[in-house]
């Protein structure tokens, strides 16, 4: 999840674009903005064992903090009506699908199912009916100095935050 400071830059650039781009859908909340490493599963309630095999895993990362840059925003293929429009970028986000892959090597050897396809770093900022070509922005930065575990409730617009790590491995990100 971006800082909220960043979060708050965010909100008000998607804003702008929004009326630039003449879309009516409402943007997702400044607090619920987040990028999704891994997807665990859908659940009409959430096993603990799940909740206490991905805390495990996130407890055995040790990663510095490290640099995101998002420069675009694009469409997503979703269904339709409900199509993500998102930041991505071209560059500025590796560290990120390194930290990515790491993760789910660990979540893995939790013995949690997370899955192998290829990582898009994205950050889902609404969903509308339309599609639209990817657009260049000025950077989105931040440092990511925390990742979280989040329930997302199905069908509802709640997240419940299950575990927070700080960044802060002594090591070099690999």
Request: proline share 7%; aromatic share 8%; hydrophobic share 40%.
């Amino acid at each position: 999840m971006p800082d909220p400071d960043t979060a708050a830059r965010i909100a008000e650039m998607a804003g702008r674009l929004r009326s630039e781009m003449h879309v009516k859908a409402r943007l997702l909340h400044p607090e619920r903005l987040h990028i999704t490493l891994h997807h665990l599963g859908d659940f009409a309630h959430l096993p603990e064992v799940t909740v206490a095999r991905a805390c495990a895993a996130a407890t055995s990362i040790d990663v510095p903090p490290f640099g995101v840059a998002f420069d675009q925003i694009s469409s997503f293929n979703g269904r339709p009506g409900h199509r993500p429009l998102v930041l991505t970028g071209r560059a500025g986000l590796d560290e990120l699908i390194d930290f990515q892959r790491r993760l789910g090597d660990a979540l893995r050897g939790a013995g949690l199912r997370v899955s192998r396809a290829r990582f898009t770093p994205h950050l889902t900022l609404l969903y509308d009916e339309g599609r639209f070509d990817p657009r260049a922005i000025g950077p989105i930065t931040w440092t990511v100095r925390e990742f979280v575990l989040i329930h997302s409730w199905l069908g509802k617009t709640r997240y419940d935050v299950k575990g927070r790590w700080p960044l802060r491995g002594g090591g070099p990100s690999v």
